[in-house]
Nanobody, 119 residues
Framework: QVQLVESGGGLVQAGGSLRLSCAAS????????MGWYRQAPGNQRELVAA???????NYADSVKGRFTISRDNAKNTVYLQMNSLKPEDTAVYYC?????????????WGQGTQVTVSS
């Protein structure tokens, strides 16, 4: 059994910053790719940023230069530092982790955390 707990969302003014965290616990052997997704009302869920176990990263064009994804393998945690936030960044943010367990490799999703950016 694997549990993911997200934290760090909230309400911020345009131009502000937030830092999201997603911590995994349970029967974890290792974690491969980690990613952050977001979903705004009426929109499909989209990839925001991802990071491999070797710390290679990729970002959606809309957040390049403003968001930074990082990971702490010892803590089974992924972070998303969000700077220069814009109202269009408002969404529910979800983490997704590729977790290796005794039963194999599975994707796990966090519960989602609301980010609201006011203009």
């Amino acid at each position: 059994q694997v549990q993911l707990v997200e934290s760090g969302g909230g309400l911020v003014q345009a131009g502000g910053s937030l830092r999201l965290s997603c911590a995994a616990s349970g029967s974890i052997l290792s974690i491969n790719a980690m990613g952050w997704y977001r979903q705004a009302p009426g929109n499909q869920r989209e990839l925001v940023a991802a990071i491999t176990r070797g710390s290679s990263t990729n970002y959606a064009d809309s957040v390049k230069g403003r968001f930074t994804i990082s990971r702490d393998n010892a803590k089974n945690t992924v972070y998303l530092q969000m700077n220069s936030l814009k109202p269009e960044d408002t969404a529910v943010y979800y983490c997704k982790l590729g977790v290796v367990t005794m039963r194999g490799l599975y994707d796990y999703w966090g519960q989602g955390t609301q980010v609201t950016v006011s203009s």
